[in-house]
């Protein structure tokens, strides 16, 4: 009965850090760098998100807010960073991402102070479903991040610049000389990515509170998601968020509210030791 | 003055033992460590916690190297077979945990009001006192100046710098990159216990949140702007690293209308900004001739 609770706050923590080591997987596969600054992104969603709730009161609208405001912070990284630094290692990438996460996080620290600040939800009647308690918010939150993970599927999966994101993921060579434009491609990696942070920000900030390092705190669970699920996999990457949101919630009883995060970085460790390309990864990416 | 002086000199020199811990790994090796302050917080939290049970400090110094250094080879094992960036997330999540755990246990580590009263590394009051204080961080980073310079001269450090260079070419002669990755992950994380020690010997009170990840990317900042791989490098990125640090205390009291937690979003951002342009413009950093990346 607790344990049924558990689980769904596991859901729907797992859909957050889902979507956010969605973002990474793809940065990670098609631009080829852990995205460090995948967790503000996400703090980013959260307060714009946040600031188009309580003018409007309507999910729709602050859901489509978000995106827009974190895609174009996205496209904004790309073209002022990381386009400049293509061609050098990872390393350069990944220092450049801690900077800009940083950068972000000081903005909104400036702007909107340290305190803490919350979506101002009427409080709902929930929904009794075989004796376990459900809020309508969550089924509507779960409803978003479902229609969010649809839509970029759909982008990947059935769309041509889907095609091209998924050919320069496979070899990016390849895709070059088969005349797939570099740039465009890009373009279309960010916003997709901050698209996706957008909403797990909202989610995170509707589910808790919003505050300028909830993000940096949703890192390492997304970038263990990501490892996990083998990195450059989209659908791992969704399938090992709500695994490891799960066995978060489910670990609590067992070792405390504070250790949650330690149990992400276990089993990163662990699928680095046993299985590095993760549940759906290529082994020759890990190497 | 001559107090502020010398506080400030000893802050420094303990940074300067980060950097150069940072300079094995990163300049000289190419190993992408983001969790030094979860060394340096092993090392700090060992040393205060022996010396506060009556363990000379010389010991409990030498004790906090040995458990950092210790508590940085599992690490290695998990991910330096791996490619670099997974190293790097790795250590960032250990950082994390090290400092929940500090939070956490209070049985230990007292939890968030952390430990007191911790022996100081020189018995002694007033500005004599702060100057052998000085002294005795001097002669340790010129000790750890030294060492640095004798691997990076050695044959070991042939073989390391081969390896951030060109790794597949070293397993081609025969050798296995992530052994030597290993030693100088161990080594480097003990030079970072030792200077968490020394701090906590220095301030002689330690919480957590003196440990947290912003603290490790200033290291990376000061080694960036110095100049990655040269020990002059990690020394003059300190020196900036400090005059930024302190010059934002000063300004802070200066510019009234910004708060003090205004001013340490603008601290936070001020380091982004500069691994950005650094990143972007400079990446051999102010020292540097080190070939390009």
Same mark, same amino acid.
């Given at each position: 009965?607790?344990?049924?609770?558990?689980?769904?706050?596991?859901?729907?923590?797992?859909?957050?850090?889902?979507?956010?080591?969605?973002?990474?997987?793809?940065?990670?596969?098609?631009?080829?760098?852990?995205?460090?600054?995948?967790?503000?992104?996400?703090?980013?969603?959260?307060?714009?998100?946040?600031?188009?709730?309580?003018?409007?009161?309507?999910?729709?609208?602050?859901?489509?807010?978000?995106?827009?405001?974190?895609?174009?912070?996205?496209?904004?990284?790309?073209?002022?960073?990381?386009?400049?630094?293509?061609?050098?290692?990872?390393?350069?990438?990944?220092?450049?991402?801690?900077?800009?996460?940083?950068?972000?996080?000081?903005?909104?620290?400036?702007?909107?102070?340290?305190?803490?600040?919350?979506?101002?939800?009427?409080?709902?009647?929930?929904?009794?479903?075989?004796?376990?308690?459900?809020?309508?918010?969550?089924?509507?939150?779960?409803?978003?991040?479902?229609?969010?993970?649809?839509?970029? *599927?759909?982008?990947?999966?059935?769309?041509?610049?889907?095609? &091209?994101?998924?050919?320069?993921?496979?070899?990016?060579?390849?895709?070059?000389?088969?005349?797939?434009?570099?740039?465009?491609?890009?373009?279309?990696?960010?916003?997709?990515?901050?698209?996706?942070?957008?909403?797990?920000?909202?989610?995170?900030?509707?589910?808790?509170?919003?505050?300028?390092?909830?993000?940096?705190?949703?890192?390492?669970?997304?970038?263990?998601?990501?490892?996990?699920?083998?990195?450059?996999?989209?659908?791992?990457?969704?399938?090992?968020?709500?695994?490891?949101?799960?066995?978060?919630?489910?670990?609590?009883?067992?070792?405390?509210?504070?250790?949650?995060?330690?149990?992400?970085?276990?089993?990163?460790?662990?699928?680095?030791?046993?299985?590095?390309?993760?549940?759906?990864?290529?082994?020759?990416?890990?190497? | 003055?001559?107090?502020?002086?010398?506080?400030?000199?000893?802050?420094?020199?303990?940074?300067?033992?980060?950097?150069?811990?940072?300079?094995? &790994?990163?300049?000289?090796?190419?190993?992408?460590?983001?969790?030094?302050?979860?060394? *340096?917080?092993?090392?700090?939290?060992?040393?205060?916690?022996?010396?506060?049970?009556?363990?000379?400090?010389?010991?409990?110094?030498?004790?906090?190297?040995?458990?950092?250094?210790?508590?940085?080879?599992?690490?290695?094992?998990?991910?330096?077979?791996?490619?670099?960036?997974?190293?790097?997330?790795?250590?960032?999540?250990?950082?994390?945990?090290?400092?929940?755990?500090?939070?956490?246990?209070?049985?230990?580590?007292?939890?968030?009001?952390?430990?007191?009263?911790?022996?100081?590394?020189?018995?002694?009051?007033?500005?004599?006192?702060?100057?052998?204080?000085?002294?005795?961080?001097?002669?340790?980073?010129?000790?750890?100046?030294?060492?640095?310079?004798?691997?990076?001269?050695?044959?070991?450090?042939?073989?390391?710098?081969?390896?951030?260079?060109?790794?597949?070419?070293?397993?081609?002669?025969?050798?296995?990159?992530?052994?030597?990755?290993?030693?100088?992950?161990?080594?480097?994380?003990?030079?970072?216990?030792?200077?968490?020690?020394?701090?906590?010997?220095?301030?002689?009170?330690?919480?957590?949140?003196?440990?947290?990840?912003?603290?490790?990317?200033?290291?990376?900042?000061?080694?960036?702007?110095?100049?990655?791989?040269?020990?002059?490098?990690?020394?003059?990125?300190?020196?900036?690293?400090?005059?930024?640090?302190?010059?934002?205390?000063?300004?802070?009291?200066?510019?009234?209308?910004?708060?003090?937690?205004?001013?340490?979003?603008?601290?936070?951002?001020?380091?982004?900004?500069?691994?950005?342009?650094?990143?972007?413009?400079?990446? &051999?950093?102010?020292?540097?001739? *080190?070939?390009?990346?």
């Amino acid at each position: 009965m607790s344990y049924l609770v558990l689980v769904q706050n596991g859901i729907a923590q797992g859909l957050i850090i889902g979507l956010a080591a969605l973002s990474i997987t793809l940065v990670f596969g098609i631009a080829r760098f852990p995205n460090a600054a995948a967790g503000d992104m996400l703090t980013f969603g959260g307060y714009a998100g946040l600031f188009a709730f309580s003018a409007t009161h309507s999910l729709l609208a602050t859901g489509l807010a978000a995106i827009a405001a974190t895609a174009l912070l996205s496209l904004l990284m790309y073209y002022a960073v990381f386009r400049r630094l293509a061609g050098r290692s990872a390393v350069s990438l990944l220092v450049a991402s801690i900077g800009v996460a940083f950068m972000i996080r000081a903005v909104l620290g400036v702007s909107f102070g340290h305190g803490q600040l919350v979506y101002e939800i009427e409080l709902t009647r929930p929904y009794i479903v075989g004796g376990v308690r459900v809020s309508p918010l969550d089924l509507k939150l779960a409803l978003i991040a479902f229609v969010t993970l649809a839509a970029a *599927f759909g982008v990947l999966y059935m769309t041509s610049i889907g095609r &091209q994101m998924r050919a320069v993921a496979d070899n990016s060579d390849l895709a070059r000389v088969s005349g797939i434009r570099p740039q465009r491609v890009m373009a279309s990696l960010w916003l997709l990515a901050g698209a996706l942070t957008a909403i797990a920000g909202v989610m995170l900030g509707m589910k808790t509170i919003v505050a300028p390092e909830i993000g940096w705190e949703i890192l390492l669970p997304a970038f263990a998601a990501a490892i996990f699920g083998g990195i450059g996999s989209p659908i791992g990457a969704v399938a090992a968020g709500l695994i490891l949101g799960v066995a978060q919630e489910l670990s609590t009883p067992l070792v405390g509210f504070t250790y949650k995060i330690a149990v992400s970085f276990a089993v990163m460790c662990a699928v680095l030791v046993f299985r590095p390309r993760g549940l759906f990864g290529k082994a020759e990416a890990v190497r | 003055m001559d107090a502020y002086l010398a506080a400030i000199v000893s802050v420094m020199l303990i940074y300067v033992l980060l950097a150069l811990g940072l300079t094995l &790994q990163y300049g000289l090796t190419g190993l992408i460590n983001f969790g030094m302050v979860g060394f *340096f917080a092993i090392g700090a939290y060992t040393s205060a916690l022996l010396a506060l049970h009556g363990v000379p400090v010389v010991l409990s110094v030498a004790a906090a190297a040995v458990v950092a250094g210790i508590s940085a080879w599992p690490i290695g094992l998990a991910s330096l077979r791996l490619r670099d960036d997974y190293f790097a997330i790795v250590t960032l999540g250990f950082a994390e945990i090290v400092r929940l755990t500090l939070t956490s246990e209070k049985w230990l580590t007292n939890g968030v009001q952390g430990l007191s009263r911790i022996p100081p590394i020189y018995e002694g009051t007033g500005t004599a006192a702060a100057f052998v204080i000085v002294a005795i961080l001097l002669a340790v980073t010129v000790a750890a100046i030294f060492l640095i310079h004798r691997v990076a001269h050695s044959p070991f450090g042939r073989i390391i710098a081969a390896i951030r260079d060109n790794e597949e070419a070293v397993q081609a002669i025969g050798k296995d990159p992530a052994r030597f990755k290993i030693q100088v992950l161990v080594v480097g994380s003990a030079l970072a216990g030792i200077a968490g020690a020394l701090y906590a010997h220095y301030v002689t009170y330690i919480v957590p949140e003196q440990f947290v990840a912003l603290a490790t990317f200033y290291v990376w900042m000061a080694v960036i702007m110095g100049g990655v791989g040269r020990v002059s490098g990690a020394v003059v990125g300190t020196a900036i690293l400090m005059f930024f640090l302190e010059g934002s205390r000063f300004l802070g009291d200066f510019l009234p209308w910004i708060s003090s937690v205004q001013m340490a979003s603008i601290r936070i951002g001020v380091v982004g900004l500069a691994l950005v342009l650094f990143t972007i413009y400079r990446p &051999q950093g102010l020292m540097g001739d *080190f070939t390009k990346r």
